[in-house]
């Protein structure tokens, strides 16, 4: 059964409870990975780390969240300046160019998946990085199902979920373009303004109508 609509929700101090789980604790790309294991996770690390953006940044992200709840979300996306997002230096396709801030993670409940709520987060961060000045934003993707004899890709593939990583055909309908190829996990940009136009209002209030069942 669905219940009452889902709610954007634009993450800053006074919001930050409003996040999806593996949102609030994975430090993968947070936390230099010469001192961090693999897929590190530290709920105190990352709490940290999302209030000291929220200082310097706001917002920092964006939640997709029950109306009726003050904690927890369906879905969440985080995005900063990369200097803030030192894990990026683990992907094949790194660095992020210079001029660009990252995407970091997308974290999405598994019953909240196609339903386009992806492109909903995607939007609003695209547009809070275009009024905070940015000039890109790049983000890394992932191909399901490639094969590489890479381990270190391959962990990071195997962990796609509790990292955040994003479809490319996803990224792609948001209108990223791939800018460094890879069998696995491609670097992706678009350039800020969009020389498109984003989702209208009523779009969005149509594609968050009704949040999924758990």
Same mark, same amino acid.
């Given at each position: 059964?669905?219940?009452?609509?889902g709610?954007l929700?634009a993450?800053e101090?006074?919001?930050?409870a409003?996040?999806?789980?593996r949102?609030?604790?994975?430090?993968?790309w947070e936390?230099?990975?010469?001192?961090t294991?693999?897929?590190?996770t530290s709920?105190?690390?990352?709490?940290?780390?999302?209030?000291a953006?929220?200082?310097?940044?706001?917002?920092?992200g964006?939640?997709?969240?029950?109306?009726?709840t003050?904690?927890g979300?369906?879905?969440?996306?985080?995005?900063?300046p990369?200097e803030?997002?030192?894990?990026?230096?683990r992907m094949?396709?790194?660095?992020?160019s210079?001029?660009a801030?990252v995407v970091?993670?997308?974290?999405?409940a598994?019953?909240?998946?196609?339903r386009?709520?992806? &492109?909903?987060?995607l @939007?609003? !961060?695209?547009t809070a990085?275009? +009024?905070?000045? *940015?000039q890109a934003?790049?983000?890394?993707?992932?191909r399901?199902? &490639?094969d590489?004899? @890479?381990? !270190?890709?391959?962990?990071?593939? +195997?962990?796609a *979920?509790?990292?955040?990583?994003?479809?490319v055909?996803?990224?792609e309908?948001?209108g990223f373009r791939?800018v460094?190829?890879?069998p696995?996990l491609?670097?992706?940009?678009?350039?800020?303004?969009?020389?498109?136009?984003?989702m209208?209002a009523?779009e969005i209030a149509d594609?968050?109508?009704?949040?999924?069942?758990?």
């Amino acid at each position: 059964m669905a219940l009452p609509g889902g709610q954007l929700v634009a993450l800053e101090e006074s919001t930050l409870a409003r996040i999806h789980a593996r949102a609030a604790d994975s430090v993968f790309w947070e936390l230099d990975p010469a001192a961090t294991s693999e897929n590190p996770t530290s709920e105190l690390d990352k709490g940290a780390w999302l209030l000291a953006r929220c200082y310097a940044q706001n917002p920092i992200g964006f939640s997709i969240a029950e109306p009726t709840t003050t904690i927890g979300a369906l879905a969440t996306c985080l995005f900063c300046p990369p200097e803030h997002a030192p894990g990026a230096a683990r992907m094949p396709t790194a660095p992020i160019s210079d001029d660009a801030w990252v995407v970091t993670s997308l974290h999405i409940a598994t019953n909240a998946k196609n339903r386009g709520w992806e &492109a909903v987060l995607l @939007d609003a !961060t695209i547009t809070a990085a275009t +009024r905070a000045g *940015a000039q890109a934003l790049e983000v890394f993707g992932l191909r399901l199902d &490639a094969d590489t004899a @890479d381990s !270190t890709v391959a962990r990071i593939a +195997r962990h796609a *979920a509790s990292i955040g990583l994003t479809e490319v055909s996803i990224l792609e309908s948001a209108g990223f373009r791939v800018v460094a190829d890879h069998p696995v996990l491609p670097r992706l940009r678009l350039t800020l303004p969009p020389a498109f136009d984003l989702m209208a209002a009523h779009e969005i209030a149509d594609l968050l109508a009704a949040v999924p069942a758990c």
